[in-house]
Nanobody, 126 residues
Framework: QVQLVESGGGLVQPGGSLRLSCAASGFALEYRGIGWFRQAPGKERERVACLGRSDTSPLYDDSVRGRFTLSRDNDKNMAYLEMGDLKSEDTAVYYC???????????????????WGQGTQVTVDS
């Protein structure tokens, strides 16, 4: 079974923090590029963070840079998205994705990921 499962979403007040987890099974996340995406109602899916296999540090969308942090734990075969100083505009369903051929993330690249999670809802509201 090849699967990605997100968790950690929920309701948080503006200015608060959340950490999303992405658990991989059936394959080694260590050898795959990782992307975090979000999709708000009525809007297209957007990439918020990306880490290619050859990247030394993650690439972030301007809207989240300095607030979000992508990381992974190879021993646990998991990836994370730490989100801080959350804003109402961050409300969306968040997805993790992975692909074996994602070697280096590009700012405006439209990469086709081979594996996707089901998403976890993040709601930022007072």
């Amino acid at each position: 079974q090849v699967q990605l499962v997100e968790s950690g979403g929920g309701l948080v007040q503006p200015g608060g923090s959340l950490r999303l987890s992405c658990a991989a099974s059936g394959f080694a996340l260590e050898y795959r590029g990782i992307g975090w995406f979000r999709q708000a109602p009525g809007k297209e899916r957007e990439r918020v963070a990306c880490l290619g296999r050859s990247d030394t540090s993650p690439l972030y969308d301007d809207s989240v840079r300095g607030r979000f942090t992508l990381s992974r734990d190879n021993d646990k075969n998991m990836a994370y998205l730490e989100m801080g100083d959350l804003k109402s505009e961050d409300t969306a369903v968040y997805y993790c994705a992975a692909d074996l051929t994602l070697h280096k993330c590009e700012i405006n690249g439209d990469f086709r990921y081979g594996s996707w999670g089901q998403g976890t809802q993040v709601t930022v509201d007072s």
